[in-house]
């Protein structure tokens, strides 16, 4: 499948021949998805095992049932296509991790997972798109170092909202992201509760012993 196959000018004119005379809904089955491209919003199902962020990550074309989709924009409302049958993640530039889109962990798989990893709390750039949440990276690598190419293709964002201008995009009962590195145009670390860089407080240190001197 070509990269940028979802790109509008070239997908209007195919999507009624795509669609016209197409079977029957295949049955549920699948993890759901809802994938952003630069001008298209598909929703539907994965045909996957294990998790969303891994199948992704093999960045090869993956089955997808049970599809609609609108313009980025929101410009006309969600339509079946069920002629989009599979996607190539290189096209996807923010996946928004539906329900299911990864195995159930127990409390101590969880701590077990972040134990070794440092949280930040970030604004990414990857446009027509920016994301705010937080990311958990090993200790000594900084934010940053996520605009590098790496095997993970799609970094994971918690606790995230995506917009596009001024408007979020997406369910906003979701709030875990991927997001495609390759599409990644900046990185910055900010307060969250704003969605700006933190501000340096005002004066100086006052001076005297701390409690590390006491120590």
């Known amino acids: 499948m070509p990269f940028n196959f979802l790109r509008r000018k070239k997908a209007d004119s195919s999507t009624r021949a795509a669609t016209a005379g197409a079977p029957a809904r295949a049955k549920r089955t699948g993890l759901i998805f809802d994938g952003l491209t630069e001008e298209w919003r598909l929703v539907g199902r994965m045909q996957i095992e ?3 962020s891994d199948a ?3 960045r090869e074309a993956i089955a997808i049932s049970d599809v609609q989709w609108a313009p980025i924009d ?3 409302p969600l339509v079946a296509a069920p002629g989009l049958r599979s996607v190539d993640p290189y096209d996807l530039i923010v996946v928004l991790a539906g329900e299911g889109s990864s ?3 127990t409390e101590t798989e969880r701590a077990a997972n972040k134990v070794h990893k440092v949280s930040f709390d970030v604004a990414l750039e990857a446009p027509p798109f ?5 990311v958990f990276l090993h200790p000594g690598m900084e934010p940053d170092r996520l605009l590098d190419r790496a095997t993970e293709m799609f970094v994971p964002v918690v606790d995230a909202v995506a917009t ?3 408007q979020r995009v997406g369910d906003p009962e979701v709030d875990t992201v991927l997001v495609n590195r390759f599409y990644l145009r ?3 670390q900010i307060d969250k509760r704003t969605g700006l ?3 340096k407080l005002p004066g100086s240190p006052l001076g005297g012993i701390t409690w590390q001197d006491r120590s």
């Not at 920016?130 to 937080?134: A, D």
């Open 50 to 52: 294990g998790r969303l």
């Open 56 to 58: 992704l990550n093999k």
């Open 74 to 76: 929101g410009s006309a």
């Open 103 to 105: 195995p159930e962990l």
């Open 130 to 134: 920016r994301v705010i949440g937080t």
């Open 164 to 166: 596009l201008g001024e």
């Open 186 to 188: 900046g990185v910055e």
């Open 197 to 199: 860089k933190p501000q």
